[in-house]
């Protein structure tokens, strides 16, 4: 990785996951103020020093430049889509802002914060606390403006410059493509760098009105999003492909330290889902409570009914029915197999079969929310609160689908489950009633162990993820996706394992959201060696 690239990418990366093996810091000490505008994104680290000795590994090499071109987290995020445009612009700014994390840390730093003010134009400004009447790392010079009378430097316009209201010319560079200009000022304690004059100017706005950004929440790093702008921009959606959730305005967080683990913390309004159950998964790889009801169906089909890599959604056959017994003379049989179904004439060659009856029958039943068990073999259990009554419509749907891809099936009572065997007692699926939720399985014997599960009083979703299961999946992963090559991305192998190689100490990982008797929300995820 190109030194003079760390500054920029890393800071969006330590947002995702700071799983460091620092020593412990001292409490951070916070100004009370940023001067950063408003924006969809706000960061703020409010003591460098501490974060500086939180950083090592992969992140450290990252923020400094020194981040081998070979690291499979990086190489695979340079491959796509987004890493290669910002690559792109990065190398065109470069030449203007030779800094990384090393330059900010010689700069003696206090605090430092970021703002995002534009995702496609890559509009940024960020303001960096110094005692340091002088840089150690000079700024170039170019154009001195002047705004509210304090003075300030355009090196080269930005993107966000374009039209009236900007520096206009330079907006681009001569293949019309750069977006991250150069404007910078020194006021007082604060050096402020910007990839636009718009964004510096709204940075001092910030700080000669004395209306800056007030930390959000306590932490190494805390930060703000404004949810409902982010959606909107398809710049952000591009890279961030996860469906948007029921939240909305805007949303604090904070990485803090708790002893060895490291816990992000996250505040926001305006989730109106009820809580879900909890239950003990034991010593499963994967447990949790998911209230997103409507992902319930791709899990049940994918991961218990119909485990394949990619289950189609016309999965059966259209048949037509062979030729009658008696002849008639408008009916060809010339090439006609009897071992060969016939197609349904003028009909497409697949259908839903007994999917459209699952999909109706889900819509009269919706899942205000649904458990799921992964053990350490692979075998996976879904438990939904569906009533009681709805049982024997549940197990007439599994033996649908069985029937489907195995032709006969019949349903037998098993350890207090009923299961649907083909063949010669080949289960093939499995529900089992444990107090309110009914469990679907691969078969009886997963469900003997399924836990009883109690209302929650206000835990929303929770989740737990042993880290050392999904490490030793790594070599499986290799296989199936075959090696590392310059012009493919393996999700597994390259995103999933690279992060993981990022974070070697971290052996589980848990998630979970509470609503507040205000009707927010609070989320913390816990990274634990």
């Given at each position: 990785?190109?030194?003079?690239?760390?500054?920029?990418?890393?800071?969006?990366?330590?947002?995702?996951?700071?799983?460091?093996?620092?020593?412990?810091?001292?409490?951070?000490?916070?100004?009370?103020?940023?001067?950063?505008?408003?924006?969809?994104?706000?960061?703020?680290?409010?003591?460098?020093?501490?974060?500086?000795?939180?950083?090592?590994?992969?992140?450290?090499?990252?923020?400094?430049?020194?981040?081998?071109?070979?690291?499979?987290?990086?190489?695979?995020?340079?491959?796509?889509?987004?890493?290669?445009?910002?690559?792109?612009?990065?190398?065109k700014?470069?030449?203007?802002?030779?800094?990384?994390?090393?330059?900010?840390?010689?700069?003696?730093?206090?605090?430092?914060?970021?703002?995002?003010?534009?995702?496609?134009?890559?509009?940024?400004?960020?303001?960096?606390?110094?005692?340091?009447?002088?840089?150690?790392?000079?700024?170039?010079?170019?154009?001195?403006?002047?705004?509210?009378?304090?003075?300030?430097?355009?090196?080269?316009?930005?993107?966000?410059?374009?039209?009236?209201?900007?520096?206009?010319?330079?907006?681009?560079?001569?293949?019309?493509?750069?977006?991250?200009?150069l404007?910078?000022?020194?006021?007082?304690?604060?050096?402020?760098?910007?990839?636009?004059?718009?964004?510096?100017?709204?940075?001092?706005?910030?700080?000669?009105?004395?209306?800056?950004?007030?930390?959000p929440?306590?932490?190494?790093?805390?930060?703000?999003?404004?949810?409902?702008?982010?959606?909107?921009?398809?710049?952000?959606?591009?890279?961030?492909?996860?469906?948007?959730?029921?939240?909305?305005?805007?949303?604090?967080?904070?990485?803090?330290?708790?002893?060895?683990?490291?816990?992000?913390?996250?505040?926001?309004?305006?989730?109106?889902?009820?809580?879900?159950?909890?239950?003990?998964?034991?010593?499963?790889?994967?447990?949790?409570?998911?209230?997103?009801?409507?992902?319930l169906?791709?899990?049940?089909?994918?991961?218990?009914?119909?485990?394949?890599?990619?289950?189609?959604?016309?999965?059966?056959?259209?048949?037509?029915?062979?030729?009658?017994?008696?002849?008639?003379?408008?009916?060809?049989?010339?090439?006609?197999?009897?071992?060969?179904?016939?197609?349904?004439?003028?009909a497409?060659?697949?259908?839903?079969?007994e999917?459209?009856?699952?999909r109706?029958?889900?819509?009269?039943?919706?899942?205000?929310?649904?458990?799921?068990?992964?053990?350490?073999?692979?075998?996976?259990?879904?438990?939904?609160?569906?009533?009681?009554?709805?049982?024997?419509?549940?197990?007439?749907?599994?033996?649908?689908?069985?029937?489907?891809?195995a032709?006969?099936?019949?349903?037998?009572?098993?350890?207090?489950?009923?299961?649907?065997?083909?063949?010669?007692?080949?289960?093939?699926?499995?529900?089992?009633?444990?107090?309110?939720?009914v469990?679907?399985?691969?078969?009886?014997?997963?469900?003997?162990?399924?836990?009883?599960?109690?209302?929650?009083?206000?835990?929303?979703?929770?989740?737990?993820?042993?880290?050392?299961?999904?490490?030793?999946?790594?070599?499986?992963?290799?296989?199936?996706?075959?090696?590392?090559?310059?012009?493919q991305?393996?999700?597994?192998?390259?995103?999933?394992?690279?992060?993981?190689?990022?974070?070697p100490?971290?052996?589980?990982?848990?998630?979970?959201?509470?609503?507040?008797?205000?009707?927010?929300?609070?989320?913390?995820v816990?990274?634990?060696?």
């Open positions: 990785m190109n030194a003079r690239h760390g500054l920029h990418v890393v800071l969006a990366l330590v947002i995702a996951v700071l799983a460091v093996a620092g020593p412990e810091v001292a409490p951070a000490r916070a100004a009370e103020s940023w001067p950063l505008p408003d924006a969809p994104l706000r960061l703020v680290i409010p003591d460098v020093g501490a974060f500086d000795a939180a950083l090592g590994g992969s992140f450290r090499a990252a923020l400094t430049g020194t981040l081998p071109e070979s690291d499979p987290a990086y190489a695979a995020w340079r491959q796509t889509q987004v890493g290669a445009k910002l690559i792109a612009q990065w190398q700014l470069e030449g203007d802002l030779p800094w990384t994390w090393s330059q900010v840390v010689a700069l003696e730093a206090r605090s430092l914060g970021l703002a995002l003010l534009d995702v496609g134009h890559l509009e940024t400004v960020v303001a960096i606390s110094t005692p340091l009447a002088a840089l150690p790392s000079p700024l170039a010079k170019g154009q001195a403006r002047n705004h509210a009378g304090v003075g300030y430097q355009v090196v080269a316009a930005g993107a966000g410059d374009a039209g009236p209201a900007g520096a206009g010319e330079g907006a681009t560079d001569e293949d019309g493509e750069r977006r991250m200009g404007a910078w000022a020194r006021v007082g304690e604060w050096v402020l760098i910007a990839t636009s004059e718009r964004a510096l100017v709204a940075a001092l706005d910030a700080q000669t009105s004395g209306h800056g950004f007030g930390l929440l306590a932490g190494l790093v805390s930060m703000e999003l404004d949810l409902d702008r982010l959606r909107k921009d398809r710049y952000f959606k591009r890279e961030f492909l996860f469906a948007a959730g029921p939240e909305t305005g805007r949303m604090r967080a904070a990485l803090r330290r708790d002893g060895e683990r490291v816990v992000e913390v996250r505040e926001g309004a305006n989730d109106p889902r009820k809580p879900g159950y909890d239950f003990d998964g034991g010593g499963a790889a994967l447990a949790g409570w998911e209230a997103d009801g409507g992902a169906w791709q899990a049940l089909r994918s991961g218990i009914l119909e485990p394949v890599p990619d289950p189609a959604e016309r999965p059966r056959v259209s048949l037509g029915l062979l030729p009658a017994a008696t002849l008639d003379k408008n009916d060809d049989r010339y090439l006609v197999s009897f071992v060969k179904p016939l197609a349904k004439p003028g497409p060659p697949t259908d839903e079969g999917l459209a009856q699952w109706a029958w889900l819509d009269e039943n919706p899942a205000a929310g649904w458990a799921y068990v992964v053990d350490r073999d692979g075998t996976r259990r879904i438990g939904v609160p569906w009533p009681a009554a709805r049982d024997e419509e549940l197990i007439a749907l599994c033996r649908a689908t069985a029937s489907r891809r032709g006969r099936v019949e349903v037998a009572s098993v350890d207090g489950a009923r299961e649907v065997r083909a063949g010669a007692d080949l289960p093939m699926v499995a529900i089992r009633r444990v107090g309110d939720l469990w679907i399985g691969p078969s009886a014997k997963a469900l003997v162990a399924a836990p009883a599960a109690v209302r929650s009083a206000d835990r929303v979703r929770w989740a737990r993820l042993d880290l050392g299961v999904v490490r030793g999946q790594i070599p499986r992963w290799e296989r199936a996706e075959g090696p590392a090559a310059p012009e991305v393996r999700a597994l192998s390259d995103r999933i394992a690279g992060m993981l190689g990022w974070i100490r971290v052996g589980s990982a848990s998630v979970e959201r509470r609503i507040t008797a205000s009707g927010g929300w609070t989320e913390t816990t990274l634990t060696p």
